[in-house]
């Protein structure tokens, strides 16, 4: 009979691993990465899988060396640098068993130079469910029959810049950074260190199948405050952590905290989000209608926002109009300009009653106002 393993102590080496080669940019950034590896053994026990994304704003911030420890530890390890979707939800719903797909240089497929990759963004949002599957049509001619793909696969990514929305809200998003020069971390050698690596992954698969039954009904209890979208990422990590026990639960929990705060944090939403708070906290504060030239100034204008430069140009009179038709006033219409009397003419521009609904539905709660003086304080010079 195969001897219990322990848990905590085999994540604790699979931790240790990680940190002979990699700095990552907080001490939540191990836990999460430690508790994905493990997951990956366990995939048929979860809902859904949380991809693992490692981005920098600047090349040489160890994602790509990040990617090549996670894939020693994974089961079916598959790089998939310029792999096409179909070549991928193939290899997904094939006889050799479910890949853990690895995507390096990530921005060459979502960057701003990137080509239309809708079918490969379709199928990792798909896979990110068990249930999900991707449809083709399989055949010639009249002789084509639709055919399901299984698309469910644990998926870690490495690139610069950000991610779409759909994928960055399924991830769990490691920001990393350049090592200072303090910093040491020990070289990587492919012959000697992917041994090693295969080593931890073999014992994590042991350990995987004698936790699934702990696992596969498990239901963790959420931090205060994780909900939603959050929730479902962390949770299959934190199912993890309970089973392997020791200190895991607990440092799962605050480093589910932590990264959900910094991706909040990080994530200014879709444009159409950013473009609805800028509005509402930096061009109509106090405002209850401005014609839309003074709106695409003010915008324009902005420091640290996108406006000024959309893929080299400004934002304009047509684009606004589009961003904010998809957004509904409290009468269930479309966002649109409205004539404003000014002195002597009259031109288009937004009320802010029109845009009260979208903002309180989809912007994050304004900055507080400074808090009016006490009593007695005011400043009577």
């Known amino acids: 009979m195969t001897p219990t393993m322990d848990g905590a102590a085999l994540l604790d080496e699979v ?8 700095v990552f940019p907080t001490e939540a950034a191990y836990v999460a990465v430690a508790l994905w590896d493990a997951h990956a053994h366990l995939l048929d026990c979860f809902d859904s899988t949380p991809r693992l994304a490692f981005l920098s704003p600047e090349p040489g911030s160890g994602k790509s060396r990040a990617l090549e420890i996670v894939e020693t530890l994974v089961p079916q390890s598959m790089t998939a640098v310029n792999a096409s979707a179909a070549a991928l939800f193939r290899a997904v719903s094939g006889a050799n068993g479910r890949p853990t797909i690895l995507f390096d240089e990530i921005d060459t497929i979502f960057g701003p130079k990137a080509g239309d990759n809708e079918e490969l963004r379709g199928f990792l949002n798909a896979g990110h469910r068990r249930s999900g599957v991707t449809y083709r049509c399989i055949g010639d001619g009249g002789n084509q029959t639709v055919q399901a793909f299984p698309s469910y696969c644990a998926v870690a990514v490495a690139g610069l810049g950000s991610l779409p929305d759909t994928i960055l809200t399924r991830s769990v998003v490691i920001r990393m950074r350049r090592r200072a020069r303090n910093e040491r971390v020990e070289p990587f050698r492919a012959r000697i260190h ?8 073999e014992r994590l698969a042991q350990w995987a199948e004698q936790a699934r039954a702990r696992v596969v009904d498990a239901w963790p209890d959420m931090p205060e405050g994780v909900t939603d979208r959050p929730a479902d990422v962390w949770e299959p990590l934190l199912a993890v952590a309970d089973a ?37 906290d930096h061009v109509m504060v106090g405002i209850d209608r401005l014609p839309t030239v003074a709106i695409l100034d003010r915008l324009n204008a902005l420091d640290d926002a996108p406006w000024a430069d959309l893929h080299g140009k400004p934002l304009d009179n047509r684009r606004l109009s589009r961003m904010l038709a998809e957004y509904m006033t409290a009468d269930n219409e479309p966002i649109a300009s409205r004539n404003i009397k000014t002195a002597g003419s009259v031109l288009k521009g937004y009320y802010a009653a029109d845009l009260h609904d979208a903002w309180a539905r989809y912007c994050p709660p304004p900055p507080e106002s400074p808090l009016p003086p006490l009593p007695g304080t005011e400043n009577t010079a």
């Open 244 to 280: 392997a026990g020791g200190a895991w639960p607990e440092r799962a929990r605050e480093a589910c905290v932590t990264l959900v705060t910094a991706s909040k944090a990080n994530d200014k939403g879709s444009m159409g989000i950013r473009l609805l708070a800028d509005l509402r």
């Open 194 to 201: 992917e041994a090693q690596g295969h080593k931890l992954r």
């Open 15 to 22: 931790e240790a691993f990680h940190r002979r080669f990699n």
